[in-house]
Each structure stands twice: as structure tokens, then as C-alpha cells.
């Protein structure tokens, strides 16, 4: 698969970001025209995904990032780290296959929710050495004055897919960065425990159990900052 350009679109989830050392990524030849694209307003784009990729049965999402503890302050010039890692559950392995593309086209578009003026040019390809089938999509440009990146990596493992994201007001190379955490995850299995949530708002069991350990290598030096069940088909509420 060629890369392509294409429109972005804005929709939810916050900025993200993970510096790791990962094994290179193998991704099919580049081809841009290098036309810059902007994100529609967030008012014009869809409210929710899960009720229009078919067979969802349920999506999670995890954040972390390096934002220094409460009182500490940041060095200057620091550019943040975030890192976000999804899991959506489906009802069988073709769904999921289906929904490869629609839920990379989407997270891409959501990383750019909080940004004003966005111009960016995507890279989309094919990445022959991650689960079942992966997709990923690199973007450079600007926001308003600021120089963004952004990266998207989805991989199938069977009936789920798994999908990290990273961003950064910086031009930097953030392939291998998402490449680790969704390495962590497809060698990782759901809990066999029940699904429970402590008085800190942190989700154990079931797919949780898919997201990195804190002290597992690609986390490096980000934090776990919040958890949130974006949609369950029992009681269909999304909340993206």
C-alpha cells in the first residue's frame, strides 16, 4: 500500500506522546505531494465512531505521560510527552479487520481536537510486521505558529484492535515511539479476573490487562495518568 494525503478531521482525545527505543518499523514506500491539509471543525465531524464501525462490542483508553508530579516544575523548553493506547473489542476477527482503516482515520483526526489553525501533511501505509494486519499514518505541520507531529499505528490481533497514538509540538520521529507501546500490547493477553476500578479512577482485569505495566520498558519514564471506557455495546452510552 502507497502512502496517501487526505483531509484531516478533528474529533476527541488529548494530545499524546511516548519516547521510547524501539526495533525499526517496516512500512511500504512514501509518496506525498506535500499539499498541506487543515482539520474541519470539530462541530462537523461525527460524535461518536463505535456506532458506525460494525461489530464493536467495546473500546478503552489508557494515557500516559512525563508532565512532572504537582509542585515540580518544568524544565524550560520542555516539550510534554503523551502517550495514548486504545483497545476496541469486536464481535469477530472480519469485523475488525474491516474497521482497520476507519479507526486510524479517526484517531489521527481526534489527536488534533484541542489545536486551533492545524495544516498537516499525511503519510498513510501499510506496516508488514505487527499483528495480523497494521496501518499507520505520520503527519507534519503546524498549528498556528507551533510545528506538530503526529502518529497513529492500528494493529489487529484477532477480534480486537489495538491502536496507539503520539504527538508533539515538535518535528520529530515518532514511528518507533507508538511502535513500542502497540509491541507491549499485542504480546500482552486480557485478564482472566473481572473488570474492576479502584477509588483512583484505574481499571484492572478483562482488556485492561492489554496496556503496558507501568514497569514495562516502553513506558520509559511516562506515568499513567487516567483511564476511561469509551464505549460498551451492553449499555451503549459512547463517550467519543
Same mark, same amino acid.
Given at each position: 500500500?502507497? @502512502?496517501?494525503?487526505?483531509?484531516g478531521r478533528?474529533?476527541? +482525545?488529548?494530545?499524546?506522546?511516548?519516547?521510547?527505543?524501539?526495533a525499526?518499523l517496516?512500512?511500504? /514506500? /512514501?509518496?506525498?505531494?506535500?499539499?498541506?491539509?487543515?482539520?474541519?471543525?470539530?462541530? !462537523?465531524?461525527?460524535?461518536? &465512531?463505535?456506532?458506525?464501525?460494525?461489530?464493536? !462490542?467495546?473500546? +478503552?483508553?489508557?494515557? @500516559?505521560?512525563?508532565?512532572?508530579?504537582?509542585?515540580?516544575?518544568?524544565?524550560?523548553?520542555?516539550?510534554?510527552?503523551f502517550?495514548?493506547? *486504545?483497545?476496541?473489542?469486536?464481535?469477530? !476477527?472480519?469485523?475488525?479487520?474491516?474497521?482497520?482503516?476507519?479507526?486510524?482515520? @479517526?484517531? +489521527?483526526?481526534? *489527536?488534533?481536537?484541542?489545536?486551533?489553525?492545524?495544516?498537516?501533511?499525511?503519510?498513510?501505509?501499510?506496516?508488514?510486521?505487527?499483528?495480523?494486519?497494521?496501518? /499507520?499514518?505520520?503527519?507534519?505541520?503546524?498549528?498556528?505558529?507551533n *510545528?506538530?507531529?503526529?502518529?497513529? &499505528?492500528v494493529?489487529?490481533?484477532?477480534d480486537r484492535?489495538?491502536?496507539? %497514538? #503520539?504527538?508533539?509540538?515538535?518535528?520529530?520521529?515518532?514511528?518507533?515511539?507508538?511502535?513500542? +507501546?502497540?509491541?507491549?500490547?499485542l504480546?500482552r493477553?486480557p485478564? !482472566?479476573?473481572?473488570?474492576?476500578?479502584?477509588?483512583m479512577?484505574?481499571?484492572?482485569? #478483562?482488556? @485492561?490487562? &492489554?496496556?503496558?505495566?507501568?514497569e514495562?520498558?516502553?513506558?520509559?519514564?511516562?506515568?499513567?495518568? %487516567?483511564?476511561l471506557?469509551?464505549?460498551?455495546?451492553?449499555?451503549?452510552?459512547?463517550?467519543?
Amino acid at each position: 500500500m502507497r @502512502w496517501t494525503n487526505h483531509p484531516g478531521r478533528t474529533l476527541m +482525545i488529548a494530545p499524546l506522546l511516548a519516547m521510547l527505543v524501539a526495533a525499526p518499523l517496516v512500512v511500504a /514506500a /512514501a509518496q506525498t505531494d506535500g499539499t498541506p491539509v487543515a482539520g474541519i471543525p470539530s462541530e !462537523e465531524a461525527p460524535q461518536s &465512531i463505535w456506532q458506525t464501525l460494525d461489530g464493536v !462490542e467495546g473500546a +478503552i483508553v489508557r494515557t @500516559w505521560s512525563d508532565v512532572p508530579p504537582p509542585g515540580t516544575p518544568s524544565p524550560e523548553g520542555l516539550d510534554l510527552q503523551f502517550v495514548t493506547g *486504545l483497545v476496541v473489542q469486536f464481535d469477530d !476477527e472480519a469485523s475488525a479487520g474491516e474497521s482497520l482503516d476507519g479507526l486510524r482515520d @479517526w484517531m +489521527i483526526a481526534s *489527536l488534533q481536537v484541542n489545536l486551533v489553525d492545524v495544516e498537516l501533511t499525511q503519510q498513510i501505509g501499510a506496516v508488514s510486521n505487527l499483528g495480523d494486519d497494521a496501518t /499507520a499514518v505520520n503527519a507534519t505541520g503546524t498549528t498556528g505558529e507551533n *510545528l506538530l507531529t503526529i502518529t497513529v &499505528i492500528v494493529a489487529q490481533d484477532g477480534d480486537r484492535l489495538l491502536a496507539v %497514538g #503520539g504527538s508533539i509540538m515538535a518535528e520529530e520521529e515518532l514511528l518507533p515511539v507508538v511502535q513500542g +507501546i502497540v509491541t507491549v500490547m499485542l504480546d500482552r493477553e486480557p485478564g !482472566e479476573d473481572a473488570v474492576e476500578v479502584d477509588d483512583m479512577g484505574r481499571f484492572t482485569g #478483562g482488556n @485492561w490487562s &492489554i496496556f503496558p505495566e507501568q514497569e514495562d520498558a516502553p513506558l520509559d519514564n511516562l506515568q499513567r495518568q %487516567g483511564d476511561l471506557p469509551l464505549y460498551d455495546s451492553a449499555t451503549p452510552t459512547p463517550v467519543g
